[in-house]
């Protein structure tokens, strides 16, 4: 595997760093053994009355399509294809896996007695703490599967040619793209009947505040650390005083002098999921404190999160993803990118490829969906009370190891060449005038991005 860092000036990630990420592809179990519950096609289909409910810990999963058929028709060849993903299943980060760590050893220590379902708490030993930030085994899978997936999809195209890759520069982000690309050429060569394979390169792009990055949000300092920062926190303060209040008391009862509160309750539900994807296949006995409905909760909760953090709910959410799009544009009309807001003409890479792979995080993938504006129109999520909706579900749009897939065709009933987008195999409604299979022209879908073409509303970055 072969890496290197676009940024100027050159800051090249340390050889340790680049050491771990192989360390830890080969020695750990290879993605092709096991894993009974994560499907090439389907992705994971296991406990799926809660692990769909997991916000953005659930595991990657197809979803319906019941907008348009995802299926690519026969009338139709694909010239064109773009694949952005999250990375995958990961163990928690230091933040996150420090505060549940913390709760454990609170109610091991305040704890008078528990009850029969709770009792595993006194003698738990929290062990993920060496593994913050990596990539589980199980998250392992996800990305090779995913490789194969996208060049079956699109296995006319991607037989004779490669995606141009691109990572962010976080482990986690650079391992998954070298496990997407590994399942790709894996796939490829079984597909040509080759005995021997190179892998591709990565462009890795440094992340940070001083960095440009189109796959990373950083540089906008109002959404960073000013007005809008923490725009989000209303809408959780409110949500947890709805949905909280009963889990206290029933674990109160359970676990009497456990002192928990409902922060501690959210902190608890993130076990459920960051211990089950560790294999992916046995169900963490932290699950089975909470119903399917308190995960529904939990998971409308981390969405709120989201939206009011990365989406449509905070005014400079859509922003932070508008130089990807940009991006995106000029490799759909190769043509050469123009941007000011978080693109740097030192990491845009060509715009005369067919096949893009670019690999970042769910907060920028948020933030890149709202600037696509594929969730126009969806009115405020509620701050005080669950609403059922397709269009912005957190696990639906970016579990782990999600994917969006942005396709150019050429179909023989249609004289202009046609784009769609899909959301983990959901076919999106498009901010366009719609064609056949829920496309539309080139031509339309460019000009339906008018507000990243103009550059959002960049300027209040540092107003």
Known sequence: MHFSTLILPAVLLSELAYGAVLDTRHNKKKPEEGFKCEGLEEGYKCHTDISRSWGPYTPYYSLPSNYKPANIDAECEVTFAQVLSRHAARYPTKGMGNKMKNVIQKIQKNAKSYSDKTKFIKTFKYELEPKYDQLT??????????????????????????PYYRVSGQQRVIESGAEFSRGFVDEKAKSKKQKTVSLPHLNVIQEGRSFKNTLDHGTCREFEVGRYSKSHQEALDKYIAVFTPPIVQRLGKEIPGGDINGLDVVHLMGLCPFYTVIDGDKLSQWCG?????????????????????????????????????????????????????????????????????????????????????????????????????????????????????????????????????????????????????????????VRGLKFARRGGNWDQCNA
């Open 137 to 162: 085994d199980f998250g392992r899978r996800e990305m090779y599967n995913s490789g194969i997936k996208f060049f079956n999809r699109y296995k006319k195209l991607n037989e004779n040619d490669e």
């Open 289 to 445: 404190l909470f119903t399917p409905e308190e995960f529904k909760q939990f998971n409308y909760y981390q969405t709120l999160a989201k939206y009011y953090k990365y989406g449509d709910g905070n005014p400079l959410g859509a922003v932070q993803g508008v130089g990807f799009v940009n991006e995106l544009i000029g490799r759909l009309t190769r043509s050469a990118v123009k941007d000011s807001t978080s693109t740097n003409s030192t990491v845009i890479g060509p715009v005369d490829r067919k096949i893009y792979a670019d690999f970042s995080h769910d907060n920028t993938m948020v933030s890149i969906m709202t600037a696509m504006k594929l969730f126009d129109g969806l009115p405020k999520l509620d701050m005080k009370k669950m609403e059922s909706t397709d269009r912005f579900n957190l696990a639906d749009i970016v579990p782990f190891a999600s994917r969006v897939y942005i396709e150019k065709m050429k179909c023989k009933s249609e004289p202009d060449e046609l784009v769609r987008v899909l959301v983990n195999d959901r076919v999106m409604k498009l901010k366009c005038p719609e064609k056949k299979y829920g496309s539309c022209t080139v031509h339309e879908f």
